[in-house]
């Protein structure tokens, strides 16, 4: 069709939204990897009437960024030249990939270093659409389309709906294992705006896309939808948080931004989580082991799967 694969990584999916995942992404890719991290519940059943998709079980969840990665190498081994990564609640629009496919022409015929491509999200439960950003000093820039243009270059984009060509990943790197959930799209794109590459917000792409839990609408100098989180992943966003700050090719502007960003995502928990004291206890472990620089998973989740929460 058009030399792309697709990368679903999964964790106890909700199997009508998968299946309509995938049913909006088989007619614009070749083939999906359905990359399975160790799910309580099984789904390969549901799957198998779709010729096109290829399920992958891990033994154990070894968290997003691994999932990525093992698809990765699969669409190597199999000679794809485009990768397109969705999360398994993300709902892609029709001719993304042709979208993303025409924007890569035209940027390639302009020579830019291009390292990906993302789409804008809505949130079907508030519709709020997204806005791409870039990073300044103490908040996040958001971007505004200029007159004639279809797509804007930005410093972020989120790891659902982007698209990369293959060999950009032989460049700049895998994604980093360690970090396990949060943070893992941030690092990749930090790294390798380092090394040169730029990532392309494509505006009239526009994906379904549930960020956090839930989320609050409130006012903070402008109107903001901050999303809501269960408390345990509070202790994956602090301490990722504090763990790319240690990195050199993280910059201070970003570094600035975010430290306010844990901040307010603290204060917004704390005032309307039901779980206040588990919001305080996993924001505080995630302050004292980025501190100490603890990565991975097992430091806190020791033990056997069963040990972690549902939604890891």
């Known amino acids: 069709m058009n030399n792309s694969c697709a990368v679903i990584v999964t964790y106890n999916p909700d199997i009508p939204t998968l299946k309509a995942c995938i049913n909006a992404t088989a007619t614009q890719v070749d083939k999906i990897y359905v990359v399975d991290n160790a799910s309580s519940i099984s789904f390969e059943d549901c799957l198998a009437g779709y010729a096109a998709v290829e399920t992958i079980c891990l033994a154990e969840n070894m968290g997003i960024a691994a999932g990525f990665n ?31 496919l025409d924007t890569f022409e035209h940027l390639h015929s302009n020579a830019q270093p291009v390292a990906a491509l993302g789409p804008r999200y809505r949130d079907p439960r508030n519709g709020h659409t997204s806005n791409f950003v870039r990073f300044s000093w103490f908040r996040n820039r958001y971007i505004k389309l200029e007159s004639g243009n279809d797509h804007v270059k930005a410093d972020f984009l989120i790891s659902s709906g982007s698209f990369y060509p293959i060999e950009i990943f032989d460049k700049v790197g895998l994604f980093e294992e360690d970090l396990f959930i949060d943070h893992v799209d941030t690092e990749w794109f930090l790294r390798a705006k380092a090394l040169g590459y730029t990532c392309i917000g494509v505006w009239d792409a526009v994906m379904e896309h549930c960020l956090g839990e839930g989320s609050i609408r409130m006012w903070f100098l402008r109107w903001r939808d901050h999303p809501l989180h269960k408390p345990f992943r509070l202790y994956f966003i602090t301490r990722n948080s504090l763990l790319l700050y240690r990195k050199d090719h993280v910059p201070l502007k970003f570094i600035s931004a975010d430290i306010l960003r844990l901040m307010r995502l603290f204060v917004v928990h704390i005032c309307f989580s039901s779980e206040r004291k588990d919001v305080l206890r996993w924001s505080a472990l995630g302050v004292w082991h980025g501190i100490k620089g603890i990565s991975g998973c097992t430091a806190v989740f020791p033990g056997s799967e069963d040990a972690k929460p549902e939604s890891v």
Not at 72 to 100: C, H, M, T, W
């Open 70 to 100: 093992v698809g990765i190498r699969r669409a190597r081994e199999a000679g794809y030249r485009y990768l397109l990564f969705l999360d398994q609640d993300s709902i892609p629009p029709p001719n993304l990939v042709e979208k993303y």
